[in-house]
């Protein structure tokens, strides 16, 4: 079972509309959950870190459900703007390797 | 806005050869990273770095790969007898606090090996 998994899409949603990734995690000490937004041929940058109680960030929200080892990305109202690859990192206590998911491509169309 | 700037923008290099891919972290940063992201592929980390050691490696960082930091400012990744198959983006990370913190990513260094 790979230790970060995501739906790679794509996700193709008109503008306006409400869409949800996921991404599950094997390693059940996994301690930070991060969302990283990725567009083509650049640089992640971070979107959000993932707290236990949720959190939201404007049209942004995250939450994370350890018990069936999953974090959540729900994106409201989308943007023409939003469109890019959604990542989902994870690190472990201990090591704290960062590990990687391989990404959701999001595409949102007028 | 501070940020992370790495060198090259794109490298080319010929099989076998050696590379020194360099990088500026944030300077009140104390955590510094490579990652690598083959083409269409997801990002990989390489290493960890803090107080002038390496903290954290994966099973891809092996006896090809150094890093060091030369002075205050660069972190450099060194890569040597290079393979077709280390051709991908590397990206340089920092963050203020450690591996559970935000992470700010350089623009990437893409390198080619011919």
């Known amino acids: 079972r790979k230790e970060v998994e995501q739906d790679p899409g794509p996700f193709n949603v008109p503008e306006g509309a409400t869409v949800a990734f996921n991404c599950t995690y094997s390693n059940s000490a996994s301690q930070s959950f991060f969302w990283y937004r990725q567009d083509c041929r650049k640089e992640p940058k971070l979107l959000m870190s993932v707290y236990s109680s949720g959190n939201e960030d404007g049209r942004f929200t995250a939450q994370l459900n350890r018990a069936s080892q999953y974090i959540s990305l729900l994106i409201r109202d989308s943007k023409l703007s939003d469109s890019a690859t959604y990542l989902c990192?994870?690190?472990?206590?201990?090591?704290?390797?960062?590990?990687f998911g391989r990404g959701t491509s999001l595409i949102v169309h007028p | 806005e501070p940020e992370v700037t790495q060198t090259p923008s794109h490298q080319v290099t010929q099989m076998g050869q050696e590379v020194i891919l360099r990088c500026v972290p944030i300077?009140?940063?104390?955590?510094f990273y490579w990652y690598r992201q083959i083409l269409g592929q997801k990002v990989e980390f390489l290493v960890s770095f803090y107080n002038n050691e390496i903290s954290e490696k994966s099973e891809i960082f092996d006896d090809q790969f150094s890093v060091e930091r030369p002075d205050g400012s660069n972190f450099t990744l060194k890569i040597r007898s290079t393979k077709l198959e280390d051709s991908a983006m590397y990206f340089c990370a920092s963050s203020e606090t450690g591996p559970a913190t935000e992470a700010f990513f350089g623009q990437g260094t893409r390198l080619t090996v011919v």
């Open positions: 990192v994870v690190t472990t206590g201990g090591s704290y390797i960062p590990t």
């Open positions: 300077s009140n940063h104390l955590y």
